[in-house]
Structure formats: structure tokens, C-alpha cells
């Protein structure tokens, strides 16, 4: 797919405010947020479970189908990112992998109840998810050219922000007219809509069409206000100087320690953060034996947390930094995965309560806000310390070694879980290893420079 922005070049940048190129860039959040919302956590995981029936055999499919995207992930992230600063081209690769999310996202209306091809949904949505993890990786590299360096903490917080909206409105959407209960109604007590079939589940796998749709749409302001600062033509033999780069790139880590010691602690928080939201639904369906409203009501509330907190975290990245503010938020969330220990149907923080009582989910909720919210400000200065860390000239590459950090140990956080689990048979501590993940996180951050290695380079640079 050839994209019509191809060609553009600073005076058409100039030919565009500032403050709509940001606003523009802003939008690839708001259009790829439900990928995460809907189709991974809210909607149709869960529904996959369902549709299985084996809980257990569910969980392992959607582990191995989502490991496996993961390793692809792992392997090309750092390539094409490297490919992407040698050929001088973002755009473009945008282009491909948003067709894969849109492709991937709405083959899974194809995931019937009466004649599920586990491999094939599986496929499809680990194309759309490679597909968003990709573009993530090229839209986060535009990032340093939007702004000063005292205003891309501020920039990436708003961005983070807006994204959960649009997250948020469109569980809303989902729950609110599509996705069908037991009694074939939706939360408001009406049929699917658009004439959908409750019976073939019709309004839930809706869920993948109007998750591809809402990224077209979404998508427009993005293609239509953000440019590339540059574009040159590809060198001869651009793959392979794009592979040397990248080797020479790995090989200096070493002599880049603030770079170094940034990737291996998101690598332990991030993957945390991630067991965190992943197995948060499970935990409270299985000790405080919720519904599915209850588990909504709970989502909603972390998203909204998450928004205001996102942008609340980039006021606080522009007046302290981003190091303080990822230390805060990484010590709420390990408080908040303690507190998940001492929280039960029958007892909260050793205290026996009535199993009747609203105590414990009363008390869940509020950890909730805490993760929602604790988890959109170091989603948000993580992304803001990237930028301070990496090499100005190798921004892509860099992003796309922070995806590979993102997924070289995210098999850590749930085996670790599950393993526990099945030693000790308690939900409770079977969290605990999220624990030790987020304090080895904070203690490799100890080592890592507010501006990274190259501060200099930094100051250097001019403002946009």
C-alpha cells in the first residue's frame, strides 16, 4: 500500500500548525485504544473463554495465540524500526500495519459460536495485534518532533489521556448496544443493535468489525495533519545497513548504561503492569465471584482513572521529570498488588467480614482506581523517558528495542502466576510474583539518567 503523504517534506510540515499535528498524532491513540480495550481484555477474550466452555483450555489457547504474536513481535520490532530511520520512511510502514490491524481486528466477526476455528480467530488476531504493536512503534517515534524536550512529557500525557477515551466510549458502545448477556440483551436491556442475531452471539463478534471501523475513521485526522520531518529516497542495500545498525546499536548498550538499565526495568514494571491487566478479571470473577456487569463496571472505572491520570502524569513529567513520576506509580501499583492478596469474599486485610458483605468489592473497586490510574501515568512517562534515553538520530530503532523489551519476558508475569498458583491452589498468592516484578523494575531505575546518556545531544537539538 503506497501512502499519498509520501514525498512530504518540512515546508509541507510548515504548512500544517504545530498544534494540529500533535492533535493528529493524538488520534492514533484514540483509534487503536479499543484493540486493547475490547478485543484483549473486555469483550472478546472473555467471550472466547465462553464460546470453549474449558476455562483452563480457553486461557491456554489465548496464551499461546498471544505469546506467539508476542515472539514475532520481539524478532521484527527492532529490524523494522532500524529499517524504518536507514530508509528515512515512518509513513509507509504505518500504512502496512494499519491494513493488518483493520484486516485482523475485523476477521474475528468470523469467530461463530457454532462453528468456532479456534487456529483461524487466533490468526486473525494476532495479525490485527501485531499489526497495532507495529504501528505503535512508528507513531511513538514521531513523538520528539513535536515538541521541545520540556514539552513531549506534557504531549505524551494528553495522548495517553485521549487514547483511554476513546477506549472508554467505545466499551461503552460495545456494552452499552452490541454485546449481548445471557438473555440475549444488551446492559440496557434491549436487543443487540443493527438487527444483529443474539443467538449466533452476532452482537458480541460485532466487536471486531466496530473496532476496525472505529480505527478508519479515527485514522483520517492522523494521515491527513502528521508529517515526517524528512523524506529521503531508500539507500542501495538499506535492509542490510538497517541490520548493522541495529547489531551496533545492541552491541553499545553496554557503553550506553542510563539506556541499558531503562530497557531492563520497563522490561520487569511493564510486564507487571500488563499480569495486572490481564488476570485482574479473572482474579475478581474467581475469589469475589463477579459477573460480567461487575467486571465492566470495574474496567470502566480503570479507564477512566487511567485517562484523567494520564494527564494529570504528563503535568507532573513537565514540572519533575518522568523518572519521578514511573517511581510513584510503579510503588502504587505494588501496593495495590499486595493489597489484591489480603482481599477475599470472606476477609479484607485479615479482618473477617460476612459473605454477604459489599465490603471486598467496595475494597477492589478502589484498588482498581489505583491501577487505572497508577497505570496510565507510567504508561505515559514511560513512553516520554524512551525519547530522553534514545539516540535522536536512531528514534525508531529505539522504540522498537522498547517493544522488544515489552515482549522478551512477557511470558514472565503469567507463568510466574500460574505456577504459583497451582503450588500454593490460591488465587491470592498466586499474584505475588507481580510483586517482584515491579520492585525489580524500581531498583534497575536506580541507574537511569533523567536525560539518558546523551544530554548533550539533547541540548543540541532545536525545537520543531
Given amino acids: 500500500m503506497?501512502?499519498?503523504?509520501?514525498?512530504?517534506?518540512?515546508?509541507?510540515m510548515a504548512a500544517i500548525s504545530t498544534r494540529r499535528r500533535i492533535w493528529g498524532w493524538f488520534?492514533?491513540?484514540?483509534?487503536?485504544?479499543?484493540?486493547?480495550?475490547?478485543?484483549l481484555t473486555f469483550i472478546f477474550g472473555p467471550y472466547v473463554k465462553e464460546v470453549l466452555g474449558d476455562g483452563t483450555a480457553a486461557q491456554s489457547a489465548w496464551g499461546f495465540g498471544i505469546g506467539a504474536a508476542g515472539v514475532v513481535i520481539a524478532l521484527l520490532a527492532p529490524v523494522l524500526g532500524a529499517l524504518a530511520d536507514t530508509s528515512g520512511s515512518r509513513m509507509r510502514w504505518i500504512w502496512i500495519f494499519s491494513a493488518m490491524y483493520v484486516a485482523g481486528s475485523a476477521g474475528v466477526w468470523l469467530a461463530a459460536p457454532d462453528d468456532f476455528n479456534l487456529y483461524l480467530i487466533l490468526f486473525l488476531f494476532a495479525v490485527g495485534l501485531i499489526g497495532m504493536e507495529f504501528a505503535t512503534i512508528f507513531t511513538n517515534s514521531m513523538l520528539p518532533d513535536l515538541g521541545s524536550r520540556d514539552e513531549i512529557g506534557r504531549i505524551s500525557g494528553n495522548g495517553w489521556?485521549?487514547?483511554?477515551?476513546?477506549?472508554?466510549?467505545?466499551?461503552?458502545?460495545?456494552?452499552?448496544?452490541?454485546a449481548e448477556g445471557p438473555n440475549g440483551t444488551t446492559m440496557l436491556g434491549q436487543p443487540p443493535a443493527l438487527g444483529l442475531d443474539p443467538a449466533a452471539r452476532e452482537g458480541t463478534r460485532f466487536v471486531g468489525p466496530l473496532t476496525a471501523l472505529w480505527f478508519i475513521v479515527f485514522m483520517i485526522p492522523f494521515f491527513?495533519?502528521?508529517?515526517?520531518?524528512?523524506?529521503?529516497?531508500?539507500?542501495?542495500?538499506a535492509v542490510m545497513?538497517?541490520?548493522?545498525?541495529?547489531?551496533?546499536?545492541?552491541?553499545?548498550?553496554?557503553?550506553?548504561?542510563?539506556?541499558?538499565?531503562?530497557l531492563a526495568s520497563s522490561m520487569?514494571?511493564?510486564?507487571?503492569?500488563?499480569?495486572?491487566?490481564?488476570?485482574?478479571g479473572i482474579y475478581a470473577a474467581g475469589v469475589l465471584n463477579w459477573s460480567v456487569v461487575d467486571t465492566g463496571i470495574f474496567g470502566l472505572l480503570a479507564i477512566v482513572l487511567g485517562a484523567v491520570f494520564a494527564w494529570i502524569g504528563g503535568k507532573a513529567d513537565v514540572a519533575f521529570g518522568p523518572r519521578p513520576v514511573i517511581s510513584a506509580s510503579i510503588l502504587a501499583l505494588t501496593v495495590a498488588a499486595l493489597a489484591t492478596v489480603f482481599v477475599s469474599r470472606t476477609s479484607v486485610f485479615g479482618v473477617p467480614v460476612d459473605a454477604a458483605s459489599r465490603l471486598p468489592d467496595i475494597t477492589f473497586y478502589a484498588i482498581g482506581a489505583v491501577i487505572g490510574a497508577a497505570g496510565g501515568a507510567l504508561q505515559s512517562a514511560s513512553r516520554t523517558m524512551m525519547v530522553r534515553q534514545a539516540n535522536p538520530h536512531r528514534m525508531t530503532e529505539a522504540f522498537g528495542l522498547y517493544a522488544l523489551a515489552g515482549k522478551a519476558t512477557s511470558f514472565?508475569?503469567?507463568?510466574?502466576?500460574?505456577?504459583?498458583?497451582?503450588?500454593?491452589?490460591s488465587q491470592q498468592l498466586g499474584v505475588t510474583p507481580l510483586i517482584v516484578l515491579f520492585l525489580v523494575g524500581l531498583f534497575l531505575l536506580r541507574w537511569v539518567k533523567p536525560y539518558g546518556d546523551r544530554a548533550a545531544a539533547w541540548d543540541a537539538q532545536p525545537s520543531p
Fill in 2 to 12: 503506497s501512502s499519498p503523504l509520501k514525498g512530504q517534506t518540512r515546508a509541507g
Fill in 27 to 39: 488520534f492514533f491513540d484514540w483509534a487503536s485504544q479499543p484493540y486493547n480495550t475490547l478485543l
Fill in 268 to 280: 520487569f514494571y511493564r510486564d507487571a503492569l500488563n499480569g495486572i491487566y490481564v488476570f485482574g
Fill in 224 to 237: 491527513l495533519w502528521v508529517r515526517e520531518p524528512r523524506s529521503i529516497r531508500p539507500p542501495k542495500g
Fill in 241 to 262: 545497513l538497517a541490520l548493522k545498525g541495529l547489531a551496533g546499536t545492541i552491541r553499545s548498550l553496554p557503553g550506553t548504561p542510563s539506556l541499558l538499565a531503562y
Fill in 412 to 425: 514472565l508475569a503469567p507463568l510466574s502466576i500460574g505456577t504459583v498458583t497451582y503450588l500454593t491452589g
Fill in 161 to 178: 489521556a485521549f487514547g483511554y477515551v476513546g477506549g472508554l466510549i467505545a466499551l461503552i458502545l460495545m456494552l452499552a448496544f452490541f
